[in-house]
Each structure stands twice: as C-alpha cells, then as structure tokens.
C-alpha cells in the first residue's frame, strides 16, 4: 500500500507500506492491503505504519484519512515525531 501524510507546513512521509493503524475518532483502526475504500476523521493519538521490519510512530493532532484502492492519503492538522 501506498501512505501518504500531509500536514498544511510539510509533507511528512510517502512511501510503501504493509500496515497502518490510526487513531479514529471513533477507536483506533488499522488498514491493511486491499483495505474496503473509506474516508474517517482522526482525533489525537499515534499513528503507526510499518515498513518491512521496521515500524514507525508519529502523533497527530487531528485530521482525515482516506483510504482508495491501496492508496491511503492523511491529511493531519499538525504532527509531533
């Protein structure tokens, strides 16, 4: 799958990934490949994708997602690495 983050100052990160789990306004989900399409706001709260063996965590502070034929696009309010 293909993960882009954005935030209004910068893009954050785009690259292939194998999962993402983010924190939904309603509950924390996690999007795999060939994940159905869906669009969700985001509260506060870690955002964690992984790469392979590695795993990485940011916070956002607020946003939305977009998930779209293995493409996900997140729009975030603001992000702390």
């Keep these: 799958m293909y993960l882009e ?3 209004p100052e ?3 990160f785009k690259g292939i990934v194998d ?3 983010f924190p939904g306004s309603d509950g924390s989900f996690q ?3 060939n994940h159905a399409p869906m669009i969700s ?3 506060k709260g870690n955002l964690t994708y992984t790469t392979g063996k590695e795993e990485k965590t ?3 502070d607020g946003g939305v997602v ?3 034929n293995n493409n996900i ?3 975030a309010e603001k992000v702390i690495e």
């Design 5 to 7: 983050i954005i935030t």
């Design 10 to 12: 910068r893009n954050v």
């Design 19 to 21: 999962s993402a789990t």
């Design 31 to 33: 999007v795999l490949n």
């Design 41 to 43: 706001s985001l509260a």
């Design 58 to 60: 940011i916070i956002v």
């Design 66 to 68: 977009e998930v779209l």
């Design 73 to 75: 696009v997140v729009l």
